[in-house]
Every structure is written in structure tokens, then in C-alpha cells.
């Protein structure tokens, strides 16, 4: 599964972007789906997952309320809206979908099989 994420920039603080990202020929059907994060310096973290199965959906603390995460069936496309955006969420954001995963592995990196190339975003003060 090749995916590709799309969407970064430089944005002020307090606005918004939207990310995205396709999987070539798929539409993520019976897959979890993810972001991940990673700023210079500092470790890869969770941000947020989506279950296109039963469409729950999980966040990191750090984003809930600011960002959503959702998903385009028909396109097959992976969105995160990311709202009141904040200098410490720049970091270059990476999807990821598994077609299987297990659920205390949800927020590992290690535990996700296919990964896009990453889009940075970059929030100026």
C-alpha cells in the first residue's frame, strides 16, 4: 500500500489546516487509519486514528477538540482538520493504515504497517 499525504504548509498560530491522504488503488476499506507526528528532536507520537470498521475514532490529548480526524469512503481519502493550530504542532505529520492492528498498538508507531511520506506543517507564533 503506497499512501500519499498531502496538505502541509506555514500557518499562523490560531489557524487551521486540513491534511490529506490517498492510497493508490485503495479506499481503505476494513483498514485503521492514523497520523503520526514528529518535530525536530523529538520522538514520533500518536496523533489520531480512525477505525474505518466501526468508525471510532481516538485522539492524543495534546489535539483533542482542535483536530479531526475523518475519512472519505468513496474517494478514499484520509483527512485531518487540524483548528486552532499551535507552534508546538509543527512537526512533519505522516498516515498510516494497517489492515491489522491491535488495539493497545493503536498509538505505537511500531505497531502500523504502511506509511506515507510525511507533509510538514509549520505553525508560526
Known amino acids: 500500500v503506497q499512501l500519499q499525504a498531502s496538505g502541509g504548509g506555514l500557518v499562523q498560530a490560531g489557524g487551521s489546516l486540513r491534511l490529506s491522504c490517498t492510497a493508490s488503488?485503495?479506499?481503505?476499506?476494513?483498514?485503521?487509519l492514523a497520523w503520526f507526528r514528529q518535530a525536530t528532536g523529538k520522538e514520533r507520537e500518536f496523533v489520531a486514528a480512525?477505525?474505518?470498521?466501526?468508525?471510532?475514532?481516538f485522539y492524543a490529548d495534546s489535539v483533542k477538540g482542535r483536530f479531526t480526524i475523518s475519512r472519505d469512503k468513496a474517494q478514499g481519502t484520509l483527512y485531518l482538520q487540524m483548528n486552532s493550530l499551535q507552534p508546538e504542532d509543527t512537526a512533519v505529520y505522516y498516515c498510516?493504515?494497517?489492515?491489522?492492528?491491535?488495539?493497545?498498538?493503536?498509538?505505537?508507531?511500531?505497531?502500523?504497517?504502511?506509511w506515507g511520506q510525511g507533509t510538514l506543517v509549520t505553525v508560526s507564533s
Open positions: 498510516t493504515a494497517s489492515r491489522t492492528i491491535i488495539h493497545s498498538n493503536l498509538r505505537v508507531p511500531t505497531g502500523h504497517s504502511y
Open positions: 488503488g485503495r479506499t481503505f476499506s476494513g483498514y485503521t
Open positions: 480512525l477505525k474505518s470498521t466501526n468508525s471510532n475514532t
